[in-house]
């Protein structure tokens, strides 16, 4: 199959990204040509991919300030024309985080003959007040990242699929003896994602908590000034900024938990099965898609939203988890030999139909 993929255009494409989309398109991409698929990447021109990067005339600036949206509509008009110049893709696979930016090209690519499928990385198909967005899109080909986003979209999308995100467990591997002698917390600092729940929780218990993470924008930072600073102490909590992956790698093999209390309805939780991956538990609130990932009791606990103290007696008990079953669950369940395969089968039932 020859297949466009639009990735993110204000972060490089790379092994190393620290986002979760921009890290998804790296392994789908070079899992697809490791197949032999012929691929063409659209994306920022720092990514680093084994496909064929086009990257003229892609416009790049830093997310959430006003020209981003100007230069991702002109980016995308830019790849749009490559297509239709080229003429003889099977399908083009939209991956931007917003989705949305780009489902103008669906109708015009599907005169030529080309299939169209928008990943949905987010959870603004399964929100009331930014579905409206999509609505002239309902018949579009959507594939989600978990059963629950794909259950919970709004309006009447005829063609929904769900493929799991995949990790690569070459590059996420546990240790022979981790330290195990702090908690992680690791995301993109922001409201929402429970940070100041995972806080609270590891100094209600004593354990130490490290957390680590990107502050992507004035409203982040405010956040992080106003909420979380004044919990630093940099000795039972301590703040390690964004981590590239050489460190986050260690930092997952030898926390004894990864915590994720985040409030809102995670559409997969990319770090829990790379923590996982690791041989490391996680302990999460029973949000979103996290129940699909966590095995409660076996692979971590899932506790109710707001409960500090569930929270913390788990913290206490997660020595009781048998660290390979972790593993084990990734293994079996969230590869990207896995999520190729599925998205394989998606890409040929789309163009089939």
């Not at 986002?19 to 920022?44: C, K, N, P, Q």
């Not at 997310?63 to 399908?91: C, R, T, V």
């Not at 109710?304 to 593993?327: F, H, W």
């Amino acid at each position: 199959m020859k297949i466009a993929i639009l990735g993110t255009l204000h972060k490089p494409i790379c092994k190393e990204a620290m986002g979760g989309t921009e890290s998804f398109t790296y392994y789908l991409t070079e899992g697809l040509v490791d197949r032999g698929e012929d691929i063409v990447l659209f994306a920022h021109p720092d990514s680093k991919t084994s496909a064929k990067l086009i990257s003229d005339g892609i416009v790049t600036s830093e997310m959430h300030i006003d020209p981003f949206w100007p230069n991702q509509i002109n980016s995308l008009k830019n790849a749009l024309d490559y297509i239709l110049k080229e003429g003889d893709f099977d399908i083009v696979h939209n991956n931007l985080y917003e989705t949305y930016p780009a489902m103008f090209i669906s109708g015009l690519v599907k005169k030529i003959g080309t299939s169209f499928v928008s990943t949905v990385h987010n959870d603004l198909l399964t929100m009331t007040d930014t579905f409206k967005i999509f609505q002239q899109y309902q018949k579009e080909n959507y594939v989600f990242v978990s059963k629950f986003a794909r259950d919970n979209a709004k309006g009447d999308l005829s063609n929904k699929f769900f493929v799991y995100n995949g990790v690569s467990i070459d590059d996420y591997k546990p240790v022979s003896s981790p330290k195990g002698d702090y908690i992680l917390w690791l995301s993109r600092i922001a409201e929402g994602k429970g940070l100041e729940d995972a806080i609270l929780a590891s100094k209600k218990v004593g354990k130490k908590i490290i957390f680590a993470g990107l502050i992507d924008s004035v409203k982040n930072q405010n956040f992080f000034e106003n909420k979380v600073k004044p919990l630093i102490d940099n000795k039972q909590v301590v703040y390690i900024g964004a981590v590239e992956s050489e460190e986050k790698l260690k930092i997952y093999q030898n926390a004894s938990a990864l915590l994720m209390p985040v409030k809102w309805d995670e559409p997969f939780g990319l770090v829990a099965c790379e923590a996982m991956a690791c041989g490391t538990p996680v302990i999460a609130y029973k949000k979103g898609a996290l129940p699909e990932l966590i095995v409660d009791g076996k692979t971590g606990y899932l506790v109710e939203e707001g409960d500090i103290n569930a929270l913390s007696a788990k913290i206490k008990e997660v020595s009781r988890i048998d660290r390979s079953q972790c593993r084990v669950r990734v293994e079996e369940n969230f590869t990207v030999g896995k999520m190729i395969d599925g998205y394989e089968r998606m890409y040929q039932t789309i163009i089939r139909n």
